[in-house]
C-alpha cells in the first residue's frame, strides 16, 4: 500500500494523471492544447465540462502546469509535455504554488469572494509565467458573481488565464459561455475503464477476475473515479483479491446467469419461474433496479445479434450471453423484442417512482410475462386475412412468443354483428332518435348549423355553418352508426346554408300562431287585453272526439295560449 505522511492514499488519488498522456479518452482536448501551444495561440479562458469523475479539475491542474512549466534549465517555455520536476511543476501538483489560485465555487458563491479572488488580478505573477485561476464547479456562482467576473474575463491582463469546472455547463450563463473556450471531456468506455484498471492492478501486485473487472466498469457508468473507488473497496472486501462474489455483494448487482434465464422465462411466459427467479437474486442482495436494467441491456443485446450476428463474436460478450442469443435471435420476432423494450423502459420510471421497489418489479415482470402470451400485430393481421369477411370479429387466445408450432390458436368463440336498425328511415326519425337518447348537443347542432339537403340509404348530403364545431360531422356518423348498425357517408357540401330544422320548426311555430290568431274568438281575447300576443303554443292531447266539421273549434281545443 502506498502511503503519504504515514496515512493510506487511495487509487484515485494515487493514479491521477500526472501528465496529457495518462488523460483517457480526452484525444480531442490534448490535440487542441497541443496545437495551441506550439502555434502560440493560448486562450485566456477555458471551461470544462463533463460528468463527475472523468477528470476536469485533474485536466485544469495539467494545464496550469503547461503553460508555467520552466524545465529542467529553467528557461523552458509552455509546453505539452510538463518535466514534473521544476519548482512550478512540484508546487502545482501539491496545490500550494503562489499564481495557481484554486476556488470552489460551491463553498464560496458570492459576489464578495469574486471581488476577493480578483483583486489581485492586475499584479503579475510571482515566480510562474502566469496567473492561473481555477474555478471548480462554476455553475454554483451566483448571478452577482457572474456579472462581477464578466469584464475581467473578456479582457484579463495577458498574464491571467481562467480554467472553469463544471458538470453542469447549462447553469453557467451564456455571457460566460461566450467568452471562453469550451471542452466537453466525454465518458470512459468500459474497455477503457478496464484497461484503466488492469493497469492499476498490476502496480499494485493484486489479482482480479476479468468478468469482476467489467461489472465494476460497468457500475463506473463512464466515471474514472467512480471505477476506482469502487475498485478500492473490492480489494479491501476480498482481503486483496477481487472476485465476482464480492463485486456482486458489493454492488448488489444480479447474477448474470440467472438474469438470462429470468429474460428466456419472461419470452416464454412461464410466471411461476419468472417470479421465483426474481425473488431468489432479490434475496441475495441483487437491486430491482440493477436486475430490470440488465434485463434491458439483454434485449438490446439479443435485438442488435438478431440485426447483425457478427455481434456475437464479440470480445465484451460472455458465452453464456452468446448461447442465449444464438438461441433466441431466429427465434425472437423483432416485434416481440421491440414491445419488449418498452415495457421495460416504461417500467423502469415506474420502479424509480414505486414505494416498494421489489412490489413493483414483480408487477412490471408480470405484465412482460402476460404480454407473451398475446400474438403480435402482424399474426394477427395474417390471421383476419384468412378468415371471411363475415367471421373477423373474433377472440384469439393467447400465445407464447416461443411455441412449438407457428400457428395461432382457433378462436374461442365467434361474435355475429348485430342487424341493421331499420326504425331510421328519414331525417325525423333521426331526430326522434337524439331525442329519445338524451343528445341534446348534436341535436341542437343538427338543427341550427346544418342544412339537410338528402337523408336516405345510409348516404346523408349536408351543408354546415362555418362557425360550427369542427368534431360535428364525425359526431354525427357515430350517432348515426349508433342508430342503424350501419357506417353511413356524409357529403359534406361548402357555400350556401340553406334552410335548417330550426328554420323549419320557426315557420311552423309562426304559421300555427297565424292561423289561430283569425280565428273569432281568440281575437275577441287579443282585442280585450290590448298588446297582448302569443309567446307560446303547446299542444294539448285530448281523448274527446267531436263529429263537428268545423275544424275551427277542434284547433282552438288543441292549441293554449302562454303569457
Given at each position: ?26 484525444e ?28 476536469k ?8 502546469r ?96 481562467f ?107 412461464n ?53 442465449l ?8 420476432p423483432?416485434?416481440v ?82 342487424e ?119 299542444r ?22 302562454e303569457?
Amino acid at each position: 500500500m502506498s502511503q503519504e505522511d504515514g496515512q493510506y492514499v487511495v487509487l484515485a488519488r494515487k493514479y491521477r494523471p500526472q501528465v496529457f498522456e495518462d488523460l483517457l479518452g480526452q484525444e480531442a482536448l490534448v490535440q487542441t492544447l497541443k496545437n495551441a501551444i506550439e502555434n502560440n495561440r493560448l486562450h485566456h479562458a477555458y471551461i470544462l465540462t463533463g460528468i463527475r469523475g472523468v477528470g476536469k479539475t485533474t485536466t485544469a491542474r495539467l494545464i496550469a502546469r503547461a503553460l508555467n512549466c520552466t524545465g529542467l534549465d529553467g528557461k523552458s517555455g509552455p509546453t505539452i509535455h510538463p518535466c514534473g520536476q521544476c519548482e512550478n511543476c512540484k508546487a502545482i501538483a501539491a496545490g500550494r504554488h503562489i499564481d495557481v489560485l484554486e476556488l470552489d465555487a460551491a463553498s464560496r458563491t458570492g459576489v464578495d469572494d469574486m471581488r476577493e479572488l480578483l483583486s489581485g488580478v492586475q499584479y503579475k505573477p510571482t515566480n510562474a509565467r502566469y496567473k492561473v485561476y481555477i474555478i471548480d464547479e462554476v455553475h454554483m456562482l451566483s448571478k452577482g458573481a457572474f456579472n462581477a467576473l464578466l469584464k475581467t474575463l473578456e479582457e484579463p491582463p495577458a498574464h491571467v488565464k481562467f480554467i472553469f469546472a463544471t458538470t453542469e455547463i447549462r447553469k453557467v450563463p451564456v455571457t460566460i459561455l461566450s467568452r471562453c473556450q469550451r471542452f466537453d471531456l466525454e465518458r470512459l468506455t468500459i474497455d477503457t475503464l478496464v484497461e484503466l484498471f488492469e493497469k492499476v492492478l498490476k502496480s499494485e501486485n493484486i489479482k482480479a477476475d476479468p468478468e469482476a473487472l467489467q461489472m465494476v466498469a460497468k457500475a463506473a457508468d463512464g466515471s474514472a473515479r467512480d471505477g476506482l473507488s469502487m475498485l478500492d473497496q473490492a480489494i479491501v472486501l476480498g482481503g486483496g483479491q477481487i472476485k465476482v462474489e464480492t463485486v456482486v455483494q458489493m454492488i448488489g448487482l444480479a447474477d448474470r446467469t440467472k438474469t438470462l434465464a429470468l429474460f428466456e422465462a419472461l419470452l416464454k411466459g412461464n410466471l411461476a419461474q419468472v417470479l421465483e427467479n426474481v425473488h431468489d437474486q432479490y434475496h441475495h442482495g441483487a437491486d430491482p433496479i440493477v436486475v430490470l436494467k440488465d434485463l434491458i441491456d439483454i434485449c438490446h443485446m439479443l435485438t442488435k445479434a438478431k440485426i447483425v450476428p457478427a455481434t456475437l463474436n464479440e470480445a465484451m460478450m460472455g458465452e453464456n450471453e452468446k448461447t442465449l442469443c444464438q438461441a433466441l435471435s431466429k427465434e425472437v420476432p423483432m416485434a416481440v423484442l421491440a414491445k419488449m423494450w418498452q415495457m421495460m423502459i416504461k417500467g423502469l420510471s415506474e420502479l424509480q417512482i414505486a414505494p416498494y421497489v421489489n412490489d413493483a418489479l414483480d408487477m412490471v415482470l408480470i405484465r412482460i410475462a402476460y404480454s407473451a402470451s398475446l400474438p403480435t400485430p402482424f399474426e394477427l393481421l395474417e390471421e383476419i386475412k384468412k378468415k371471411p369477411a363475415d367471421h373477423l370479429s373474433v377472440k384469439l387466445k393467447p400465445t407464447a412468443f416461443i411455441q412449438s408450432d407457428d400457428s395461432l390458436l382457433k378462436p374461442e368463440k365467434q361474435e355475429i354483428a348485430p342487424e341493421n336498425n331499420n326504425t331510421i328511415q328519414k331525417l325525423s326519425d333521426f331526430v326522434s332518435y337524439l331525442e329519445s337518447h338524451k343528445k341534446m348537443l348534436l341535436l341542437y347542432a343538427l338543427k341550427n348549423d346544418v342544412s339537410v339537403e338528402k337523408f336516405e340509404n345510409g348516404r346523408m348530403s349536408i351543408s354546415i355553418k362555418e362557425t360550427a364545431a369542427h368534431d360535428l360531422v364525425s359526431n354525427l356518423k357515430k350517432a348515426l352508426q349508433e342508430a342503424t348498425n350501419v357506417s353511413w357517408i356524409i357529403d359534406v357540401h361548402a357555400g350556401f346554408l340553406g334552410q335548417t330544422l330550426a328554420d323549419i320548426e320557426k315557420e311552423k311555430k309562426d304559421e300555427n300562431a297565424r292561423k289561430i290568431s283569425e280565428y273569432p274568438l281568440v281575437q275577441a281575447v287579443l282585442n280585450e287585453f290590448k298588446g297582448a300576443k302569443f309567446d307560446t303554443l303547446v299542444r294539448v292531447e285530448t281523448n274527446q272526439s267531436s263529429d263537428n266539421d268545423d275544424n275551427q273549434q277542434e284547433q282552438i281545443n288543441n292549441f293554449e295560449e302562454e303569457d
